[in-house]
T-cell receptor, first 114, second 111 residues
Framework: SAVISQKPSRDICQRGTSLTIQCQVD?????MFWYRQQPGQSLTLIAT?????????ESGFVIDKFPISRPNLTFSTLTVSNMSPEDSSIYLC???????????FGPGTRLTVL | GNSVTQMEGPVTLSEEAFLTINCTYT??????LFWYVQYPGEGLQLLLK?????DKGSNKGFEATYRKETTSFHLEKGSVQVSDSAVYFC??????????FGKGNQVVVIP
């Protein structure tokens, strides 16, 4: 399976500010995704990061709030914009490799918004 | 839309007990099914998977069988250890590889 890293691993931010989270994979992958895990909750898909084009967002998530980039096959960023305490969550990227349909997850970024 | 339902509430059991965590799903077509595990302080890891009806996924003593007739993918382990204490998530993958997760079950194994 691919080795996935995320930066930062955690951050504490003030409301109204923005944070960009990076996801780096050690090999080329076909698909990359961003998920959110709110405290004590399950994971919810935010969007599919498409290489070279706009991300595909799930219902309830919009580009202005969660802009996503994927400039190549191994790297993606998620920005959480104009943050409020409700955005406090763990944000995870996942990847699907070249073979099969299994997704592998990064270690997550724990975000706290004050 | 696709959805996954897991049994409510945490599961507390003694070491060497039998573990079952129920998972049922609603989906169009024939999704792939997964169990992911999140150990304390760690990231989400794939535990096992099954891609078609009657497939059995297995890993680390855990098993789950893809039951199309009952739309279920229950997780079982015959003899749990303290190290199995974790949160377990059932998930399905649609045709676009988007994962839908159940709410998760916290499993606490007491020595």
């Amino acid at each position: 399976s691919a080795v996935i890293s995320q930066k930062p691993s955690r951050d504490i931010c003030q409301r109204g500010t923005s944070l960009t989270i990076q996801c780096q994979v050690d090999s080329q992958v076909t698909m990359m995704f961003w998920y959110r895990q709110q405290p004590g909750q399950s994971l919810t898909l935010i969007a599919t990061a498409n290489q070279g084009s706009e991300a595909t967002y799930e219902s309830g998530f919009v580009i202005d709030k969660f802009p996503i980039s994927r400039p190549n096959l191994t790297f993606s960023t998620l920005t959480v914009s104009n943050m409020s305490p409700e955005d406090s969550s763990i944000y995870l990227c996942s990847v699907r490799g070249l073979v099969g349909d299994t997704q592998y997850f990064g270690p997550g970024t724990r975000l706290t918004v004050l | 839309g696709n959805s996954v339902t897991q049994m409510e509430g945490p599961v507390t059991l003694s070491e060497e007990a039998f573990l079952t965590i129920n998972c049922t799903y609603t989906a169009t077509g024939y999704p792939s099914l997964f169990w992911y595990v999140q150990y304390p302080g760690e990231g989400l890891q794939l535990l096992l998977k099954a891609t078609k009806a009657d497939d059995k996924g297995s890993n680390k003593g855990f098993e789950a069988t893809y039951r199309k007739e009952t739309t279920s993918f229950h997780l079982e382990k015959g003899s749990v250890q303290v190290s199995d204490s974790a949160v377990y998530f059932c998930a399905l993958s649609d045709l676009n590889n988007r994962l839908a997760f159940g709410k998760g079950n916290q499993v606490v194994v007491i020595p």
